[in-house]
């Protein structure tokens, strides 16, 4: 029996490549670097719980207004902590 798994995901990974898109404009020597964008949202994703799901209104169906508002929360200190953490390594790099 062949069963097709490709439906499944991580809901972080949209809500965190939201976010990181959101915010990119606030760090002008990230935004313009796509691969950095891309290693803010890896260490904003490896902050983070995986939270694997099929359908998104599903997951959000079964969650409490309390569990939204701290998921949004967690995502959005993953994120801030993310840019940072990038940051501070790009100029670490160019110092060397």
């Given at each position: 029996?062949?069963?097709?798994f490709s439906s499944l995901y991580n ?65 959005e200190e993953a994120v801030d ?16």
């Open positions: 029996m062949s069963q097709d809901h972080h990974e949209r809500e965190v490549t939201a976010a990181v898109m959101a915010l990119a404009h606030k760090y002008p020597s990230i935004e313009a670097d796509s691969d950095l964008l891309c290693d803010v949202a890896c260490v904003a994703l490896n902050r983070l719980p995986p939270r694997y799901i099929r359908h998104a209104v599903d997951f959000l169906f079964y969650l409490t207004e309390n569990e939204r508002r701290e998921i949004d929360a967690a995502i902590y993310a840019f940072n953490f990038v940051q501070a390594r790009t100029a670490l790099r160019q110092q060397a």
